[in-house]
Nanobody, 117 residues
Framework: QVQLVESGGGLVQAGGSLRLSCVVS????????MGWFRQAPGKGRELVAR????????YYADSVKGRFTISRDAAKNTVYLQMNSLNPGDTAAYYC??????????WGQGTQVTVSS
């Protein structure tokens, strides 16, 4: 069974940094695209960044460009989201997603990021 497990969330002060990790298991992800989404209370789920398993970055939300970096380490079956210059607007539950050609999609359980002012 495919599993995605996020970690690295926590409480950080504005201006600080945090790195989220998403470990994938139970499948071969060479043809998948990986995404980080976030959802704040009362808001919809927002795509933050996307990367192909091959390493090509395909998307950053305007709100995070220049501050966040998505990457992957295929050998470790892990996708990362490096978050710098965090502000309270980044406070949300962050979710990792894997999908392939619209045929399969999988979600992690989420990890909470809270940025204090």
């Amino acid at each position: 069974q495919v599993q995605l497990v996020e970690s690295g969330g926590g409480l950080v002060q504005a201006g600080g940094s945090l790195r989220l990790s998403c470990v994938v298991s139970g499948g071969t992800f060479t043809s998948y695209r990986m995404g980080w989404f976030r959802q704040a209370p009362g808001k919809g789920r927002e795509l933050v960044a996307r990367i192909k398993w091959t390493g090509e970055i395909t998307y950053y939300a305007d709100s995070v460009k220049g501050r966040f970096t998505i990457s992957r380490d295929a050998a470790k079956n892990t996708v990362y989201l490096q978050m710098n210059s965090l502000n309270p607007g980044d406070t949300a539950a962050y979710y990792c997603k894997a999908d392939r050609s619209g045929l399969e999609n999988y979600w992690g359980q989420g990890t909470q990021v809270t940025v204090s002012s």
